[in-house]
Nanobody
Framework: LVELVESGGGLVQAGGSLRVSCTTS????????MAWFRQTPEKKREGIAC????????LYADSVKGRFTISRDNGKETVYLQMNDLNPEDSAMYYC???????????????????WGRGTQVTVSS
C-alpha cells in the first residue's frame, strides 16, 4: 500500500513562516522525484516545487520562487516545504506527490505524478 501523508499545515499570519512535511511508505522513495502542489476551491491545482531523487534538480513555480524551499531526507522518506514570507494568496490545500521520473523531467504538472497525498491545509491571515 502506497501512502503519502502530509503534516504541518495550519494558520499563520501574513509575513510568517511554516514548514509542511510529507512522509511516504510503500514506494522506493529515493527512486522518485517529489513534488508539492496546492489548490483552492477557486483555482485548479498548481504545481509549486519538485525535487529530484538526490536533491537535484529543483524546480519552482514563479509564484513561490525565492520564498519557498523544497528539500528531502531519503533516510526518513520525507519531503519538506519550507514556506517563508507567506501572504493570504498562499492559502490553499497543499499536496505532496511522487513522480517516477527521478529528475522531475515532466515538470510541475499533475499528469506527471504517480501518487498523491490527501493534503494539509495552510491558511494565511492578513
Amino acid at each position: 500500500l502506497v501512502e503519502l501523508v502530509e503534516s504541518g499545515g495550519g494558520l499563520v499570519q501574513a509575513g510568517g513562516s511554516l514548514r509542511v512535511s510529507c512522509t511516504t511508505s510503500g514506494i522506493a522513495f529515493d527512486a522518485y522525484g517529489m513534488a508539492w502542489f496546492r489548490q483552492t476551491p477557486e483555482k485548479k491545482r498548481e504545481g509549486i516545487a519538485c525535487i529530484g531523487w538526490n536533491g537535484s534538480p529543483i524546480l519552482y513555480a514563479d509564484s513561490v520562487k525565492g520564498r519557498f524551499t523544497i528539500s528531502r531526507d531519503n533516510g526518513k522518506e520525507t519531503v519538506y516545504l519550507q514556506m517563508n514570507d507567506l501572504n493570504p494568496e498562499d492559502s490553499a490545500m497543499y499536496y505532496c506527490a511522487a513522480d517516477d521520473d527521478m529528475l522531475c523531467s515532466g515538470g510541475l504538472v499533475e499528469r506527471a505524478m504517480n501518487y498523491w497525498g490527501r493534503g494539509t491545509q495552510v491558511t494565511v491571515s492578513s
